[in-house]
C-alpha cells in the first residue's frame, strides 16, 4: 500500500499509519511560503537541511559553534537555489542510506577469492601493484 507506514518500537505493537506528520515548527512553513511565494514540502526541507549540514563550507564557518550547540541552519532566499541543494541533499541521502542507483555502477574489482578478511590495509602505488588496494596478503581491490 502506498503512503502507509509501519512503525515499531519496543513496547509497541506494530501499527499502520494513514498519514505522516512532519515534525518541523509550522511557523518555518510560513516563513519559507513568504520568502519563496511557493508552498515547501517537508521533504524539500529536509534534504535542503541535509545538505547544508555535510557542506564542508558550512562545517569550516560554523565548526567553533558545532562543538557548543545544536547546529543552526540559514535557509537561501533563493528558492531555485533551496531547491537545487535538496536535489543534492537528496542524492547525498541516497548514498548514505545505500540506495543511490550510482552505487550500482562498480569501480573496483575484487578479483581473488579468500577469507576476506581485513588484516593490514594499505595502498601501494607503486609501479607493479598499479595502485591496488590490499587488504591481507592475498587478496586486494583492484
Partial sequence: MKGVIVQMMMFEPEIEYQTRQPNINPVLFEELKKKYKKDVTPEEIFYYIYA????????IKYAELLKIDFPRVPFTR???LFIQLG??????????LLKSKDLDKSISKFPIDGANKVEKPRFDSAQRDNGKVWINKEQYFD
Fill in 78 to 80: 533563493d528558492y531555485k
Fill in 87 to 96: 536535489k543534492l541533499g537528496q542524492q547525498l541521502a541516497d548514498l548514505h
Fill in 52 to 59: 547544508v549540514l555535510f557542506s564542508n563550507i558550512y562545517r
